[in-house]
């Protein structure tokens, strides 16, 4: 009797301990987003204030100042906000790679899987090396180049380097996932009479679909949190969020309230998106090497 | 080759027995052995080109190519010997690695704790796991400037909670004393989550057999943690690492956006002195033998850790 008395107080306890220490830790880990909405809430009196204001009357100043692109300064009048082109800049961009990735990526992520070739593995892992290699590395020739033909701080010249970025996610996820899928249902299908790519799209398509979308989303929540490619081979043209928001520290102090709620409408959807496809995005982040 | 003779012709035998439709499907004919290259060939083409600029990238740093000159010679290993006999390589040697390995040390021991303690039954646990990914869904660099005006003198919340604990006016990254805990704070905040992740998703994935085992023989709660929970684990976590590791070994957000390397020469590492030294001083020779180098390194590692993986994973499956 006495023995399980004790148990059960040592479970009460750890069950108590494990709690506490969670709350502890995620304190730690969401405090900053908090903080941070909450000072795209905030006047630029109460941002500057000294205690920090924890308790504010809340304002919409600073989004409307986005939205509208424009900033009322006391003594100086309006100032051009340019963080929706940023916004824009951005979607574009990233929208743009995650879109060539998937339609050039997928056929790519089926041939490394399904067929066997002399080339296979030296060629997956050259996708592979592009997520792991400095970026350094290929981006500052790349500017001497894209400088010479036109292609810097344009359009289509960073969708064509963000493919370094979201490609190899594609590739890499999506082979895992084709090499899930049992071969013998499309076989199944040719042997109906099916050529083999009408087998695929009618049977390995629909199967895979829902390891697409994450590809896709992952693969675009990397592009539209790049920086470094952006820093130098983006400009005035092409400034994405990560760029202007760098832009907007370095400016006085006057502007922290628009750059917190600039900075707060740009993770926000994707922190939402993350909350929903956690559980699809241990594949992806381990590039396939975790199947779950 | 005599030996098989006998399977070899009942396999055969057996085949022409076989319905038609069941012969295999892929005999390798001219046009299938072409199409894995047909169907890659266009992925390749918009990734591969990238392998042009890597070789300018060795090639430039062989040169004395400077932004004031026009004329670009080449040098040899000029550069590189230079390199190696700085100070500032070294420090970059430094810099580059103790950020790495603290951070990947501290990230791991984090990781892990978080994943099993989010893996109880505990309320917490039901309510917190859907956030534990929002800090590495964050841009880096967002991210870095969040902790940045958080860490503000003049308005930073965070001067103002250490204020209680008698610590008045941190300097946080303008210090070189205090610059490199300020980046490695924010390193661990935005990507412990990954590793926690990784192993949160190893620790769903264990077989329950072992543990069954483990509790019908009466053994202790220490015993099975070490020798089943942990060794089924080591290849979720061993993947994290290596992630982590060639992640943090070349940083550029976090460093870039806190200090740009700062104050002085404290936080260079061989990304942002590459940047700098391309960029800032228009030396993209000598930027790009760091580059170089610091992708060598990344290389050696990353190809070492990832046998070390398929060893593990292969001894556990």
């Given at each position: 009797?006495?023995?399980?008395?004790?148990?059960?107080?040592?479970?009460?306890?750890?069950?108590?301990?494990v709690?506490?220490a969670l709350?502890?830790i995620?304190?730690?880990?969401?405090?900053?987003?908090?903080?941070?909405?909450?000072?795209?809430?905030?006047?630029?009196?109460?941002?500057?204030?000294?205690?920090?204001?924890?308790?504010?009357?809340?304002?919409?100043?600073?989004?409307?100042?986005?939205?509208?692109?424009?900033?009322?300064?006391?003594?100086?009048?309006?100032?051009?906000?340019?963080?929706?082109?940023?916004?824009?800049?951005?979607?574009?961009?990233?929208?743009?790679?995650?879109?060539?990735?998937?339609?050039?990526?997928?056929?790519?992520?089926?041939?490394?899987?399904?067929?066997?070739?002399?080339?296979?593995?030296?060629?997956?892992?050259?996708?592979?090396?592009?997520?792991?290699?400095?970026?350094?590395?290929?981006?500052?020739?790349?500017?001497?180049?894209?400088?010479?033909?036109?292609?810097?701080?344009?359009?289509?010249?960073?969708?064509?380097?963000?493919?370094?970025?979201?490609?190899?996610?594609?590739?890499?996820?999506?082979?895992?996932?084709?090499?899930?899928?049992?071969?013998?249902?499309?076989?199944?299908?040719?042997?109906?009479?099916?050529?083999?790519?009408?087998?695929?799209?009618?049977?390995?398509?629909?199967?895979?679909?829902?390891?697409?979308?994450?590809?896709?989303?992952?693969?675009?929540?990397?592009?539209?949190?790049?920086?470094?490619?952006?820093?130098?081979?983006?400009?005035?043209?092409?400034?994405?969020?990560?760029?202007?928001?760098?832009?907007?520290?370095?400016?006085?102090?006057?502007?922290?309230?628009?750059?917190?709620?600039?900075?707060?409408?740009?993770?926000?959807?994707?922190?939402?998106?993350?909350?929903?496809?956690?559980?699809?995005?241990?594949?992806?982040?381990?590039?396939?090497?975790?199947?779950? | 080759?005599?030996?098989?003779?006998?399977?070899?012709?009942?396999?055969?035998?057996?085949?022409?027995?076989?319905?038609?439709?069941?012969?295999?499907?892929?005999?390798?004919?001219?046009?299938?052995?072409?199409?894995?290259?047909?169907?890659?060939?266009?992925?390749?083409?918009?990734?591969?080109?990238?392998?042009?600029?890597?070789?300018?990238?060795?090639?430039?740093?062989?040169?004395?190519?400077?932004?004031?000159?026009?004329?670009?010679?080449?040098?040899?290993?000029?550069?590189?010997?230079?390199?190696?006999?700085?100070?500032?390589?070294?420090?970059?040697?430094?810099?580059?690695?103790?950020?790495?390995?603290?951070?990947?040390?501290i990230e791991t021991l984090l990781g892990v704790i978080i994943a099993f303690l989010l893996n109880?039954?505990?309320?917490?646990?039901?309510?917190?796991?859907?956030?534990?990914?929002?800090?590495?869904?964050?841009?880096?660099?967002?991210?870095?400037?969040?902790?940045?005006?958080?860490?503000?003198?003049?308005?930073?919340?965070?001067?103002?909670?250490?204020?209680?604990?008698?610590?008045?006016?941190?300097?946080?990254?303008?210090?070189?004393?205090?610059?490199?805990?300020?980046?490695?704070?924010?390193?661990?905040?935005?990507?412990t989550?990954?590793i926690a992740?990784?192993v949160l998703?190893?620790?769903?994935?264990?077989?329950?057999?072992?543990?069954?085992?483990?509790?019908?023989?009466?053994?202790?709660?220490?015993?099975?943690?070490?020798?089943?929970?942990?060794?089924?684990?080591?290849?979720?976590?061993?993947?994290?690492?290596?992630?982590?590791?060639?992640?943090?070994?070349?940083?550029?957000?976090?460093?870039?956006?806190?200090?740009?390397?700062?104050?002085?020469?404290?936080?260079?590492?061989?990304?942002?002195?590459?940047?700098?030294?391309?960029?800032?001083?228009?030396?993209?020779?000598?930027?790009?033998?760091?580059?170089?180098?610091?992708?060598?390194?990344?290389?050696?590692?990353?190809?070492?850790?990832?046998?070390?993986?398929?060893?593990?994973?292969?001894?556990?499956?």
């Amino acid at each position: 009797m006495e023995q399980i008395e004790i148990k059960q107080r040592k479970n009460w306890l750890s069950i108590i301990g494990v709690n506490l220490a969670l709350i502890v830790i995620f304190a730690f880990f969401l405090f900053p987003i908090l903080w941070m909405v909450g000072m795209s809430f905030k006047t630029i009196d109460d941002i500057l204030a000294w205690p920090p204001k924890f308790f504010f009357t809340p304002t919409l100043e600073n989004y409307k100042a986005i939205i509208f692109s424009q900033m009322e300064v006391r003594g100086v009048g309006s100032i051009q906000i340019d963080f929706m082109a940023s916004f824009l800049n951005t979607l574009i961009i990233s929208a743009g790679a995650v879109l060539v990735s998937v339609i050039l990526g997928v056929p790519a992520a089926y041939a490394l899987s399904r067929f066997k070739f002399k080339a296979r593995e030296n060629i997956g892992f050259m996708f592979l090396s592009f997520r792991f290699g400095p970026e350094l590395l290929v981006i500052i020739p790349i500017y001497f180049i894209f400088q010479r033909i036109g292609l810097i701080d344009t359009y289509p010249g960073l969708i064509w380097v963000y493919q370094l970025i979201t490609m190899p996610m594609v590739i890499w996820i999506m082979r895992s996932y084709i090499e899930d899928v049992p071969v013998d249902f499309e076989d199944a299908c040719v042997v109906d009479g099916y050529p083999r790519w009408k087998a695929v799209f009618r049977v390995l398509t629909p199967i895979i679909r829902p390891g697409i979308a994450a590809s896709a989303l992952l693969a675009f929540i990397y592009a539209w949190n790049n920086f470094i490619f952006a820093l130098v081979l983006g400009s005035s043209n092409t400034s994405t969020i990560t760029l202007s928001a760098m832009k907007f520290i370095s400016a006085e102090a006057l502007r922290y309230g628009i750059m917190s709620a600039g900075i707060v409408i740009s993770f926000l959807p994707i922190l939402v998106f993350s909350i929903f496809a956690q559980r699809y995005f241990v594949r992806g982040l381990s590039m396939g090497a975790i199947k779950r | 080759m005599s030996t098989n003779i006998d399977v070899g012709t009942i396999d055969k035998t057996e085949h022409y027995n076989l319905p038609v439709s069941d012969v295999p499907l892929n005999p390798i004919s001219r046009k299938e052995r072409w199409a894995p290259y047909l169907i890659l060939g266009p992925a390749l083409l918009v990734t591969g080109v990238v392998l042009i600029p890597f070789f300018i990238s060795i090639y430039y740093s062989l040169t004395d190519y400077r932004f004031t000159r026009p004329d670009i010679n080449f040098v040899g290993l000029q550069n590189y010997i230079r390199i190696l006999s700085s100070k500032a390589f070294w420090h970059s040697v430094q810099v580059t690695l103790q950020y790495a390995l603290i951070a990947v040390s501290i990230e791991t021991l984090l990781g892990v704790i978080i994943a099993f303690l989010l893996n109880t039954e505990s309320l917490m646990a039901k309510i917190l796991r859907p956030f534990l990914l929002m800090p590495l869904m964050i841009a880096p660099l967002i991210t870095t400037l969040m902790w940045r005006l958080m860490m503000s003198p003049d308005f930073g919340v965070l001067n103002y909670i250490l204020s209680f604990f008698g610590q008045r006016e941190f300097p946080w990254a303008t210090s070189p004393k205090t610059a490199m805990f300020t980046v490695l704070l924010v390193e661990v905040w935005t990507f412990t989550p990954f590793i926690a992740l990784l192993v949160l998703a190893g620790l769903k994935a264990l077989p329950k057999e072992p543990f069954e085992a483990a509790q019908v023989d009466g053994a202790s709660r220490w015993f099975t943690l070490k020798n089943i929970t942990l060794p089924l684990l080591t290849p979720y976590i061993t993947i994290a690492v290596i992630f982590r590791l060639i992640d943090s070994l070349r940083q550029f957000d976090i460093i870039f956006g806190m200090s740009k390397g700062g104050p002085g020469d404290t936080l260079m590492n061989f990304q942002v002195y590459g940047y700098t030294s391309t960029f800032t001083y228009g030396k993209p020779a000598e930027g790009l033998a760091y580059i170089v180098i610091n992708w060598f390194i990344i290389y050696i590692i990353s190809t070492y850790m990832v046998k070390y993986w398929r060893k593990v994973q292969s001894r556990i499956s």
